[in-house]
């Protein structure tokens, strides 16, 4: 099949396999098509990986699509690749991509595993994506998770904070100090503070930056206090 293909594509097929997906050739197209589906050859830990991946982009509702032929031009990236897509930037409408690489910091010679993501931006498509939006509005409110239970516990309630009108913004990591710090040097006029102990009573930490006044309030309560 490897010779019907264009000259490229019969160089690709030899010394890097998956740039064939990535061919915009019209005529290669069907053939293309044809070719075995990376889906159906995941393994035993990247399958449920890419399902939480999937998992946790619908649960806070961010729309996303999935493209078996999705080629980054970098071989050390495993598990997930990402693309960012632009609607009105017409046919050039990526504006970063990237994915995983849990191994590159071993490839360059790191005795510690530095497992991380990474991506590049085109700076041009970034432009005109932000000369299009809106200045952004002031942040209402930083969630500060204590843990990966809180974490997921905090993604959900950010997403609906967020659905009810409210700027939110969630810190990732699990230090406290370090999520004040970042509350701060993002202007945020209050932090709510979700640990396991918050979770299991259903009583919150809320800060205000500017006076430092804490608060326990009810997750009905969160829109109320910061609206007030």
Same mark, same amino acid.
């Given at each position: 099949m490897a010779d019907k293909l264009c000259t490229d594509c019969q160089r690709r097929a030899v010394t890097n396999p998956l740039r064939v997906l990535d061919c915009k050739v019209e005529a290669d197209q069907p053939i293309i098509d044809k070719?075995? $589906?990376?889906?159906?050859y995941l393994c035993e830990v990247c399958? =449920?990986? *890419? !399902?939480?991946? @999937? @998992? *946790? &982009?619908?649960e806070r509702g961010i729309s996303y699509a999935i493209k078996p032929r999705l080629v980054r031009g970098l071989d050390y990236y495993m598990r997930t690749t990402f693309e960012v897509v632009h609607g009105s930037l017409g046919a050039q409408n990526s504006v &970063?991509?990237?994915?995983?690489?849990d191994g590159l910091a071993e490839m360059l010679g790191s005795k510690?595993? #530095? =497992?991380g993501i990474g991506f590049s931006i085109g700076e041009d498509r &970034?432009?005109?994506?932000? /000369?299009? $939006? @809106? #200045?952004? /509005? =002031?942040?209402?409110?930083f969630v500060a998770p204590l843990g990966d239970a809180a974490l997921h516990?905090?993604?959900?309630?950010?997403?609906? &904070?967020?659905?009810?009108?409210? $700027?939110? /913004?969630l810190a990732t990591e699990g230090k406290l100090k370090r999520a004040m710090e970042l509350? %701060?040097?993002?202007?945020?006029?209050?932090?709510?503070?979700?640990?396991d102990n918050e979770i299991a009573t259903g009583l919150y930490a809320l800060k %205000?930056? @500017?006076?430092? !006044?804490?608060q326990s309030v009810t997750v009905d309560q969160i829109l109320e206090r910061v609206n007030a």
């Open positions: 070719l075995p $589906s990376i889906l159906d399958r =449920p990986h *890419f !399902e939480a991946v @999937q @998992q *946790f &982009l619908t &970063l991509g990237g994915g995983r690489y510690v595993p #530095a =497992p &970034l432009v005109m994506a932000v /000369e299009q $939006s @809106q #200045a952004p /509005e =002031p942040l209402d409110l516990h905090a993604g959900l309630l950010a997403r609906d &904070l967020r659905r009810d009108g409210l $700027s939110v /913004e509350a %701060n040097k993002l202007g945020a006029r209050y932090t709510l503070i979700v640990g %205000n930056m @500017q006076s430092g !006044e804490q």
